[in-house]
T-cell receptor, first 110, second 114 residues
């Protein structure tokens, strides 16, 4: 089974700080990577996706991809209590299906 | 614009009973998916349908069957429910293209099997 690994956390950061969430993957054939946010009891919602090496920014969020090292990260700037959720990293496999990590729990404290 | 709609939202079954979870999308997406989510296990793919008329097994297909009824609808059936199938089930869909299309999720079905 090709793996997507995430630290389960919880990752605790103070309000206004930068939260850094990391993900590694084992399948070098994976081309696209997705970050989803999931609040407790809710469905996953897409934050960003990335498929090129380097950084991709969208508002307070920056996704980073390093294919040589097989890791993906998500930075959240100016973290807010409303960012407290579980963040799921996923890699596209077989051209259609996503392989999800188990998620990192983020807690932003006021 | 409903997106991905799942029914029912909650269900309690007894061991051995059967049921079908329904999923429909109104985004004209070609690909549809069924996942289960258990505490500490993340989302695991049960079955997917890359296009109308095709279905493929995912990571955990045992005990489940699927039907891609048409382009909009993709159902998941439990023929003989077992307590190990207690979980939250999510349906998702995605369009075709370069492979960078994100999946859109329904609100989930919370299933308990006693």
């Amino acid at each position: 089974q090709k793996e997507v690994e995430q630290n389960s956390g919880p990752l605790s950061v103070p309000e206004g700080a930068i939260a850094s969430l990391n993900c590694t993957y084992s399948d070098r054939g994976s081309q696209s990577f997705f970050w989803y946010r999931q609040y407790s009891g809710k469905s996953p919602e897409l934050i960003m996706f990335i498929y090129s090496n380097g950084d991709k920014e969208d508002g307070r969020f920056t996704a980073q991809l390093n294919k040589a090292s097989q890791y993906v990260s998500l930075l959240i700037r100016d973290s807010q209590p409303s960012d407290s959720a579980t963040y799921l990293c996923a890699a596209l496999i077989s051209g259609y299906a996503l392989n999800f990590g188990k998620g990192t729990s983020l807690l932003v404290t006021p | 614009n409903a997106g991905v709609t799942q029914t029912p939202k909650f269900q309690v079954l007894k061991t051995g009973q059967s049921m079908t979870l329904q999923c429909a999308q109104d985004m004209n997406h070609n690909s549809m998916y069924w996942y289960r989510q258990d505490p500490g296990m993340g989302l695991r793919l049960i079955y997917y349908s890359a296009s109308e008329g095709t279905t493929d097994k995912g990571e955990v297909p045992n005990g489940y069957n699927v039907s891609r009824l048409n382009k909009r609808e993709f159902s998941l059936r439990l023929e003989s429910a077992a307590p190990s199938q207690t979980s939250v089930y999510f349906c998702a869909s995605t369009g075709t293209g370069t492979g960078h299309q994100p999946q859109h999720f329904g609100d989930g079905t919370r299933l308990s099997i006693l």
